[in-house]
């Protein structure tokens, strides 16, 4: 029995299914759909053939590349002897691709089934003539979709030559032609790469969109605004669009890897539309978001040295996390940092270590010669390496017409290929060095360095140790408490400084 869910009952004893179908409804409004049903009635009331059912695949392509509901349970009526006859607009709305073709020749052979057109001739697939007629115009219909396959994937490759946009879901930081920048989502992508380049994990950077009140361009299917969430700013933030770098994905490539993994690899040129960042920026974030290092310690964790701090047992070398400690005889538990590796190894409240290390942090950049971190004469020229990628990658687009005109052979192509590429992955990477920002810099120029870095939220100055330098917790010993106020701790720094070790990078 058809699944009434995808099939409209309108006479029970009739024996004719009326079937629709469009490829796109980019509106919603089915009007392709209405036209074919007004067509399809009026046939069958000509013909004075008793309607059982009406069937539509609304937004729906017949390429055999996703499964149609309606087709399926109209397939499974003519299965069941429920229908003798199917009524379509013509052979391209029933099917395009040889599967489903033979499907319904194969089902009409041995049901006696009858397929009539609105803008054709009626097929009775129960005789040779009919199925061979029927698999003809399928075929047809099958080289036409195929052709206009080749046609698309020709003006898409030509389009990405080119640096155009040639249509799509409205991408995040510009309006629904893809080129015209919307200034408020713009500037959030923009601070959202300088808050990844210094440390901020994506979670955060998802939680500041959307308490600026902004939603990512893909609603919810009820149609409710969609919020961001690390996941949804991982793929936008790794788009190259918004370093004014137009990709193309091939259909080998799109199967070969994960679609958002191919875009990286498929960078042709300049885009036509403006940059929301630099490339070496936009490079640099890309190498910090795809690092697997990033993913295996948690980071962005409360506790100033999660993640950076590590354990000083001898032979551990673990990162330490920060937990509150068990409340004991009447005292209330505290935030402690303990050793990742083991629970026997460091356990240490966390509060004044951390506004220790914070002083030390502060003391070091206001030192006369803290300039001297700043200083990196191997800073790669970022102008230069633009223009090397910009030349590479015209190179690599000319080799196809240098196989064309004979002056390569398919091995020679082959082989400067390699080497193009191996130069332009080379070139990619300083550039990601270039776009780091200098997270020191602006604490080391500011008028009052204190106020600068006691403004930092946790991320950022974790970022800023991690710079600096590494720091080691020692176990502080039996019997040894620190008390829970800046006066105690400052009374005691020198007892703290003793169970830390700091290594300046």
Known sequence: MADVDVMTILDDQGDTVLYYRQSQDRTGDELGISRQRLDGRKLC????????????????????????PGFEAMLQAVQDGQVRRIVAWDMTRLTRNARDRLRLLELGKRQGLTVAFVRGSDLDL????????????????QHEIEQKS?????AALQAAEQGRRIGGRRPFGYEPDGVTIRESEAAAIRDAYEAVLAGVPLGRVAADWNARGLSTPQPKRDGSPSPWTAQTVRPTLLNPRYAGLRSHVTEALRESMDPRAARLKAIVGPAAWEELVTEETWRAAVELITDPSRHTGPRSGRGLLTGVGRCGVPECGATVHRGAAPARKGRAGHPTYRCRASM??????????????TE???????????ALL????????AAKLRREARALRVRLDSLAGLLADGVLTEAGVRRESVKLRTKLSDVERQQADAGRVNVLGPLINAPDVRAAVEALDTDRLRVVIDTLMTVTLLPPGRGVRFGQDVESWERVAE??????????H
């Open 374 to 381: 700043l200083a990196d004469d191997k800073r790669p020229d």
């Open 344 to 357: 026997g190894h460091v356990g240490r409240a966390s509060e004044p270590v951390d506004w220790w290390v």
């Open 495 to 504: 007892r703290i400084s003793a169970s830390i070790v700091i290594d300046w």
């Open 126 to 141: 129960s005789t040779p003539a009919g199925r061979l007629t029927a698999d003809i115009l399928g075929s047809v219909a």
């Open 45 to 68: 009331e000509l013909r004075d053939w008793r309607v059982r059912a009406e069937v539509a695949d609304n937004d729906t392509s017949a390429a055999g590349k996703r499964r149609r």
């Open 150 to 154: 080749d046609r698309q994937r020709r």
């Open 360 to 370: 030390v942090v502060i003391g070091r950049l206001e030192r006369p010669d803290a």
